[in-house]
């Protein structure tokens, strides 16, 4: 079939093999052309398919050679529809380690069920015997709690007022005022369960209790902190406080396990066009307004920029700067005074008349249509291509 973008709202509801294997190879290519990472050589990614948990699969196999056991819930394709990007994405994975010889595996499943969890644990003792990294970049907008059975649903709420603020319409490409009614305890407790450290915890516990979680293993979830003009919907919002439940988790895995010498971090990450914060409120507005400051500074990174340079300077460095809760940094550049100030000047100006010359949503939705494997120059969208492409 010919595949074209078929795009709803927030998000794309197809996605293409090809153009889905191209991101995936400009990924790789970006990697070996940096050099080489002092990453361990037995890494699990949970949540390994999309945005910055690829990135990391992607770093960790191609700027390391490290067996790669990588754990996503993706959608295969029919001979009717096509598959998720997530699919097509770890499908190209496959195909380059393939040829590079590397090893590499991909369980598709829910990664908070109990079950999954064992199948990663039988995965490791077969082929790997230990995990020495352990990646967490889980992005759901629910959970089933595996001991009670109980589904939670996440939340984009604001906590303790109502909010108004800018958004851009990508539907109806306008800029206008959103107001959010603040969040009820139920709705941020919801959302803890879901976006928080729990599962996070559970997949450290259950790796070392079945005795393949090495010794000096480290793990970092994956978070965004942002700056003034995001706190509202998210840092000081149900995501945030999710949030904080990573930072929480962190240290309780530093104590849990200091005779293992565990090293657990949570990294903050600049803002990027992810399939999650396509959905937040501001976010498209705010990204769009910081993509335009930031490339004007020529100081502008994607996903894999971002998870080569974490992995390089930060994540296995002996001593690494952490800020005042002890997460690893690397939205330094987005978050200074500087960038924000400018960032701030074109957000009180911008309105659906100036978007175009103060934001730039170009570069956003080609990373939007990037996201799943369409908008690339060297891949010819006219052409027939099969949807059924297997792992």
Known sequence: MVIKPKIRGFICTNAHPAGCEEAVRQQIEYVKSKGSVNSPKRVLVIGCSTGYGLASRITSAFGAGAKTLGVCFEKEPSEKKTATAGWYNTAAFHHFAEKEGLYYKTLNGDAFSDQCKQDVIDAIKADMEQVDLVIYSLASPRR??????????????????????????????????????????????????????????????????????????????????????????????????????????????????????????????????????????VMPLYISLMFQVMKDEGCHEGVIEQIYGLFRDLLFAENPPTDEVNRLRMDGVETNDDIQAKIKARWDKVNSENFSELADYKGYHLDFLKLFGFGFENVDYEKDVDPVVNW
């Open 144 to 281: 089933t709690d595996p001991e009670t059975g109980n589904v939670y649903n996440s939340t984009l709420k604001p906590v303790g007022n109502s909010y108004t603020t800018k958004t851009f319409d990508t539907s109806k490409e306008i800029v206008h005022d959103i107001s959010l009614d603040p969040a009820t305890q139920e709705e941020i407790d919801n959302t803890v369960k879901v976006m928080g450290g729990e599962d996070w915890e559970r997949w450290i516990n259950a790796l070392d209790k079945a005795g393949v979680l090495a010794d000096n293993c480290k793990t970092t979830a994956y978070t965004y902190i942002g700056k003034e003009l995001t706190w509202p919907i998210y840092g000081h919002a149900t995501i945030g406080k999710a949030k904080e439940d990573l930072d929480r988790a962190a240290s309780v895995l530093n104590e849990q396990f200091k005779s293992k010498n565990l090293k657990a971090y949570v990294s903050s990450l600049k803002a990027v066009v992810t399939q999650a914060s396509s959905a937040i409120p």
